[in-house]
Every structure is written in C-alpha cells, then in structure tokens.
C-alpha cells in the first residue's frame, strides 16, 4: 500500500488560515469517509485532531476543520497560532481492511 | 480515561527479534469496539502502520512487513503485543502502540512512544 501524499510543509503567519492537502486513491481516501489527521510536536505522540473527514475530537479547538473533495482530503487551519506548528499526517481506512498514513507536513507558524 | 503505556527492549541486536508489550489501562481491551494498534516512527520519518489486533486475536498486518510480524493480545493481562522477527538497522523507530476506533478508523489514545534501537 501506498502513503498517502502530503505537502513536504506548509507555512502561514499568526492569524492566517493554511490548508494541508492529503491525496490518495479511490481504495482510500476517496473511497471512504474514515479520514483522520493528527498533530504532532518534537518528541510527543501525535494527536488526534480530526476523525471521520471533519468531525473534531472534544477538546480540540474549532480553528481545525476538515474537508474531502474526490480522492483530496484537507484540513484547514484558521486563525493561525504559534502553538499550531509542528507535523502534521492524514490517514485513511483502505479497501483491503488496513490503514494508510499520509508522509507528513511540517507546518512552520512564521 | 484508557492510557497506553509502550514497554521493552530499547536496543536489539540486528537478526533477533524485537518484542514490545503495550499496556492498556482505564479500560478493557476485550471490548469489541476497538482495534488495538502498532505504529512506528523512523527518526526523523513520517508514521508508518505496523498492524492492529482485535480482542478475539484477528489480525490485520502492512504487507511489508507481514513476513516477520506477530501481534498478540492477552485479554487476562488487558496487554497486546509486537514482535518482529530478523530485525535491521532500518527496523530502528519510536513504536507506538494505539487504540483504534473500530467504527471509524481512527487512533486515539496513543502511547508515549519506546525508541528501539537495532544495533551491534
């Protein structure tokens, strides 16, 4: 199976919206609205910030949103933070019953 | 609140087998509403799924690594296991053990990570 493919990084200045493409096949993203993006900072486990293309976790903030278009999920940032900076990866359920994980995005809060 | 907490090994020797236990804590992993998860993280990588186990002992394995995998679970210790066999230097990676939603595909909560490293 294949990764799913993100942007290398992305950047944007405080108060800024950004958005991170994840894009995939037809046998994942496109084939299933089990899309979920996690946030990641130096040395810490990721974090779960969006499940199910666009449903937020409570807790997480309401400046994170999702989104799928096709084959093309993306999450959305609004009012960027400095606290928003770190890694960030998709991942999607498969056809074969698996899961996938996007290659990352580095966001950089400028 | 279910915690997971990675232990074992944090140097193996290249061709042996790496073993890692997750415990989970806060709640029962026989429940049939999770899948119970294996991640891992090359230094300075992306996530890399490494399988998941659910409480009656199916598995479901990334094919390339399948050759060598073993997922466990032990539903009287609430614990889930790793092994991978005729490990490299490139098997050197954060592992993280995670609860996945079985509904949704999603992993939430992780572990804090145990850093293996494969070395001589």
Redo the contacts between chains.
């Keep these: 199976q294949s990764a799913l493919t993100q942007p290398a990084s992305v950047s944007g200045s405080p108060g800024q919206s950004i958005t991170i493409s994840c894009t995939g096949t037809s046998s994942d993203v496109g084939g299933y609205n089990y899309v979920s993006w996690y946030q990641q900072h130096p040395g810490k486990a990721p974090k779960l910030m969006i499940y199910g293309v666009s449903n937020r976790p409570s807790g997480v903030s309401n400046r994170f949103s999702g989104s799928k278009s096709g084959n093309t999920a993306s999450l959305t940032i609004s009012g960027l933070q400095a606290e928003d900076a770190g890694d960030y990866y998709c991942s999607s359920y498969t056809a074969s019953g698996l899961v996938v994980f996007g290659g990352g995005t580095k966001l950089t809060v400028l | 609140q279910v915690q997971l907490q990675e232990s074992g090994p944090g140097l193996v020797k290249p061709s042996q087998t790496l073993s890692l236990t997750c415990t989970v804590s806060g709640g029962s992993i026989s429940s049939g509403d999770y899948y119970w998860?294996w991640?891992r993280q090359h230094p300075g990588?992306?996530?890399?799924?490494i399988g998941?186990i659910y409480y009656s002992g199916r598995t479901?394995y990334?094919?390339s690594l399948k050759s060598r995998l073993t997922i466990s679970v032990a539903t009287s210790t609430n614990q889930f296991s790793l092994n991978l066999s005729s490990v490299t230097a490139a098997d050197t990676a954060v592992y993280?053990c995670a609860r996945?939603?079985a509904a949704?595909?999603?992993?939430?909560?992780?572990?804090?990570?145990t850093l293996v490293t494969v070395s001589s």
């Design positions: 998860s991640i990588k992306g996530l890399e799924w998941y479901y990334n094919p993280y996945r939603v949704l595909a999603m992993f939430d909560p992780w572990g804090q990570g």
